[in-house]
């Protein structure tokens, strides 16, 4: 596979928690969910940080090893990994772990596999088009912000519990993390690349220009724009659509991190 433009910036003041990446036969985008602690007990500025410096770095060392297996099991391995380093530091069992969404392309010659887990999007283009995307996450949190909790504690205390749910409940998605009780839920799809076009990996962040924003009504027209535009040109669109007064509608944050990559046949 050939990596065309890959772009990543904060959505504020606070250090970006998405990474977006390329070595070898892998491609890949980490969005780094947001820290339930105010204090850090992992050694990064904060646990998610941690969370996702590993992964890349693991993600990094597969790729120049050429890993051409399943995406699904190298993100199982690495969930492995994550779970013994937090154990071993060791990492507080009453605390929630650091948690993210991650989409991953493994280049396997003449086709590829992609997998995600989280609200990461994987876009396919070409003669059989595929979309790995999901509204499980947005419609959990539009229904928690329509709650209007006023109390901090039981704010935090469901926020706790939606992010131990998506860990460990086996539900129909799941976040990546190192939980000791974990269940993953990669959801995957495979191709070749001699009837593909480009590859689209985001992250949330990249994905509002469809599902909050409606500035495109389907992925189908993003690519073009992707394409001939440029990353760039649709990440400004979004900054510009997060300025908007009421841009934050159904949203914690207002403005989020942003990390997207584009991927052809070589």
Not at 82 to 95: D, G, I, K, M, W
């Amino acid at each position: 596979m050939k990596v065309g433009e890959a772009i990543t910036s904060a959505g504020g003041a606070r250090a970006n928690e998405d990474r977006v990446g390329h070595r070898g036969t892998l491609a890949w985008v980490i969005d780094g969910a947001t820290d339930l602690y105010d204090d850090t007990v992992l050694p990064a500025d904060s646990d998610v940080q941690w969370l996702v410096d590993r992964i890349g770095e693991r993600l990094t060392e597969a790729g120049l090893d050429e890993y051409r297996g399943p995406a699904a099991a190298l993100l199982t391995s690495i969930a492995d990994y994550v779970a013994r380093e937090q154990a071993a530091l060791p990492f507080p069992a009453s605390r929630v772990p650091p948690a993210c969404s991650i989409a991953v392309c493994v280049d396997q010659g003449t086709g590829y596999d992609l997998a995600r887990i989280g609200d990461a999007t994987a876009v396919v283009d070409g003669a059989h088009p595929t979309v790995l995307s999901t509204g499980y996450f947005d419609r959990r949190e539009a229904a928690a912000v329509a709650t209007n909790e006023r109390e901090a504690d039981r704010v935090i205390a469901a926020m706790h519990q939606r992010r131990l749910h998506t860990m460990t409940s086996g539900d129909v998605e799941s976040v990546f993390s190192g939980h000791p009780n974990r269940r993953l839920r990669p959801h995957t799809a495979a191709g070749e690349w001699m009837h593909t076009d480009c590859i689209l990996l985001c992250t949330d962040g990249f994905a509002r220009l469809v599902t909050d924003y409606g500035l495109y009504r389907s992925w189908a027209q993003v690519i073009p724009d992707a394409r001939d535009r440029g990353l760039h040109y649709l990440e400004k669109l979004i900054r510009d659509a997060e300025d908007e007064p009421d841009s934050g509608g159904g949203r914690f944050k207002r403005a989020d991190d942003i990390a997207a990559l584009l991927l052809t046949a070589n």
